[in-house]
């Protein structure tokens, strides 16, 4: 089982993600975060193994909270932006 959190501002673009990973069944949905800080304190409670990280957040962008929480403990990571820039 794969355990994700998926961290994004928007919570029809976090809906839009969840709804895509449901239809896998080795895949679990462990949280939401909806800004930066909360996708730190999440990745650091939950210990997902996969992370869906918006780069434009509140508080800290996904690139910052990636630099907060380490290579060395930054679960694989997708980066996920609605913008083209």
């Not at 961290?7 to 809906?15: G, K, L, N």
């Not at 969840?18 to 895949?27: G, I, N, P, T, Y």
């Not at 990280?53 to 907060?68: C, F, I, N, Y």
Request: include cysteine; charge should be negative.
């Amino acid at each position: 089982m794969i355990r994700v959190l998926v961290a994004d501002a928007e919570t029809s673009a976090r809906r839009r993600v969840m709804q895509f990973l449901a239809r896998h069944a080795d895949v679990t949905v462990v949280g939401e975060s909806r800004n930066g800080l909360q996708a730190c304190e999440d990745i650091e409670r939950l210990k997902p193994d996969l992370v869906f990280l918006d780069v434009e957040m509140p508080e800290l962008t996904g690139l910052q909270v990636a630099e907060r929480i380490g290579a060395a403990n930054m679960p694989a990571t997708i980066f996920a932006t609605a913008y083209d820039h």
